[in-house]
């Protein structure tokens, strides 16, 4: 596989990361924060426990790590994104 098809993947992956996200987000409006971040930790447990190294502990631990850390840094990089397109939409002359 080349790195623009690996490339185009990515982009693919995300833009139908997103879809599912805003399909997701219509379940969780209106609850109040806690059981949202319950929610949404269970899915993470879920995702992470999924990725398994067959019979190494340590190097499955090592990758759910990896994997949590990727996450988390995706995470801070989408909230940054939706900060600033909500900022955006409630600042003098946006859409409010």
Same mark, same amino acid.
């Given at each position: 596989?080349?790195?623009?098809?690996?490339?185009?993947?990515?982009?693919?992956?995300?833009?139908?990361?997103?879809? !599912?996200? $805003?399909?997701?987000?219509? =379940?969780?409006?209106?609850?109040?924060?806690?059981?949202? @971040?319950?929610a949404? +930790?269970?899915c993470?447990?879920?995702?992470?426990?999924?990725?398994?190294?067959p019979?190494?502990?340590?190097?499955t631990?090592?990758?759910r790590?990896? !994997?949590? $850390?990727?996450?988390t840094? =995706?995470a801070?990089q989408?909230?940054?994104?939706?900060? @600033?397109?909500?900022? +955006?939409?409630?600042?003098?002359?946006?859409?409010?």
């Open positions: 596989m080349n790195s623009t098809s690996g490339q185009d993947q990515a982009d693919a992956d995300r833009i139908a990361g997103l879809k !599912l996200a $805003r399909r997701l987000r219509r =379940l969780l409006h209106n609850h109040r924060p806690q059981p949202v @971040a319950v949404l +930790a269970d993470l447990a879920v995702w992470l426990a999924g990725h398994i190294v019979g190494n502990q340590k190097a631990a090592e990758l790590g990896i !994997l949590f $850390r990727d996450w840094t =995706l801070l989408l909230a940054a994104e939706e900060a @600033a397109q909500m900022e +955006a939409r409630i600042a003098p002359g946006g859409e409010a």
